[in-house]
Every structure is written in structure tokens, then in C-alpha cells.
């Protein structure tokens, strides 16, 4: 009797462990999330909650591909659509989750003076000299040559308005969709090269203002609600000084 009671425990116990074996513990599907539901182009992305695993493996979708957790340094050089894919490896198993995130890029809509030099400060000269009287000012917008990219080209240049004095700005442009930003090192407050210039008729044009200017304090602003900001770059003050500010929106393919 003793006999047949422990042979029966040893086959409930050997099913039981059958049992186990045959449904084994099922490999949480991987998760993770992105700080902004789109970004800009040249603009590094920013990856946050990522589920733990033995392993990991990214595929951004542009070709580029990471094994760490989180991986940091990621950007688009083009916009679009993109699938970012996470697969995770955990006990000898895999799992994969996808997520689309939108890359746009930026558009300059709008560029305004806000101030000037009415002497030869940005272009070398004695910032205390006198003043050269009431600029006739236009705006000139460029750009790196396409082929060659030690040379510069105007992209846009506007109308002459004489006789601009301070009582007169701000002065503001409306452009039609002029791209910013060129690089992850040219970014979009440092281009394309926005400058204004006095006009004259005997003597070469002097510039007065523009968006790239040592010592200047850079300020910017982008409303993600909106899909539109502005940046302004400003050295000295509203009476004396360049100031400059770009507005602009991002759009997508």
C-alpha cells in the first residue's frame, strides 16, 4: 500500500513539472517613448522609458542601427515618416514593437529688423565712430554654394527702403518659405545668412545688421503646439546695435 501511495505522488509531481514545462512564461512585449511626438531635422531625438531586457537592438529607419538601451545622438538628415523598431532579447527570447515618428523641417515666413549700426562696427570699424545718417536698407538672405561651399549666394534679396530712420522699426519682410538650418553645425539660428545692408549709390554697400554676430545674445522660442517660433540675435540694445528676429514654422511631406 505504502508503495503504490508513493508511486502515485511521483506521478502527480512528474505531471505537475509536464504541466510547467508545456506553458512557459510568456516575454513582455517591449515598450518605450519619445519626449516630443516630432522633431526637426538636424534635431536629436530624445528616447525615455525603455522597458529592461538582457538585449537590446534599434532600427531608426533611416539606417542607422543601435544596441544600447538608450540610445542618444540620433537624428534625420531628411524629413519624413519614419518607423523606429525595438527589439528586445530576454531569456532566449525576442519581442519587437514599432513606432512612427514624424521628422519635419523648418521654413523662415518672416524676418524683421529691430535695430542697427549707423557706422562701420560689423564690418571692422570703430564702434564709437559717427553715425552714417538714415540707411536706404534692404535684406539679403544666402546661402552656401551648392557647389562649392567655400563660396555664398544670395537666395533672396529684398527692396530698397530709403531714408529708414529708428522711428521707423521695427521694418518687417515676409519671405516665402526659405529652409533653416543646414547642418547639425549650421543650426538653424546660424542659418541661412541673414543681413541687411545700407544702400548707397558712390560707395559699397555697408551692413547694418544680421543674424550672426559675436558677443550677441541669441534667443529662441519654439511653440510645438503651434508647429511655429522665432529666433532673435541681438548685440547692444534697441538704440544702438544689431537686432534681428526670424520667425518661422516647421512643415512636414
Known amino acids: 500500500m505504502k508503495r503504490n501511495v508513493v508511486l502515485l505522488f511521483a506521478f502527480l509531481i512528474a505531471l505537475a513539472s509536464c504541466k510547467e514545462k508545456e506553458t512557459p512564461l510568456p516575454i513582455p512585449t517591449p515598450e518605450f517613448s519619445l519626449a516630443d511626438e516630432y522633431y526637426a531635422i538636424h534635431e536629436y531625438i530624445q528616447i525615455k522609458e525603455v522597458s529592461e531586457a538582457d538585449r537590446y537592438r534599434w532600427d531608426f529607419g533611416n539606417g542607422v542601427t543601435s544596441t544600447e538601451r538608450i540610445p542618444n545622438e540620433i537624428r534625420y538628415d531628411k524629413p519624413g515618416v519614419y518607423t523606429i523598431k525595438l527589439t528586445t532579447y530576454q531569456a532566449g527570447k525576442e519581442s519587437t514593437v514599432e513606432k512612427l515618428l514624424k521628422i519635419g523641417a523648418y521654413f523662415v515666413y518672416e524676418v524683421q529688423l529691430l535695430s542697427y549700426f549707423e557706422n562701420y562696427a560689423l564690418e571692422g570699424g570703430d564702434l564709437a ?12 538672405i544666402a546661402g552656401y554654394h551648392p557647389e562649392d561651399n567655400l563660396k555664398t549666394q544670395a537666395w ?3 527692396e530698397v527702403r530709403n531714408g529708414v530712420s529708428r522711428a521707423d522699426l521695427p521694418l518687417t519682410w515676409a519671405v516665402d518659405r526659405i529652409p533653416l538650418g543646414g547642418s547639425v553645425y549650421l543650426p538653424h ?17 555697408r551692413q547694418i545688421a544680421r543674424n550672426l554676430v559675436a558677443g550677441a545674445r541669441i534667443n529662441n522660442h519654439f511653440d510645438k ?29
Open 156 to 158: 533672396y534679396t529684398s
Open 189 to 205: 539660428t546660424f542659418y541661412p545668412f541673414i543681413h541687411f545692408y545700407d544702400h548707397n549709390s558712390d560707395k559699397a554697400d
Open 225 to 253: 503646439a503651434k508647429k511655429e517660433g522665432y529666433y532673435s540675435v541681438q548685440r547692444g540694445n534697441d538704440d544702438w546695435g544689431s537686432h534681428v528676429r526670424v520667425k518661422y514654422r516647421i512643415e512636414f511631406p
Open 129 to 140: 565712430a559717427p553715425s552714417e545718417g538714415a540707411p536706404n536698407v534692404y535684406l539679403e
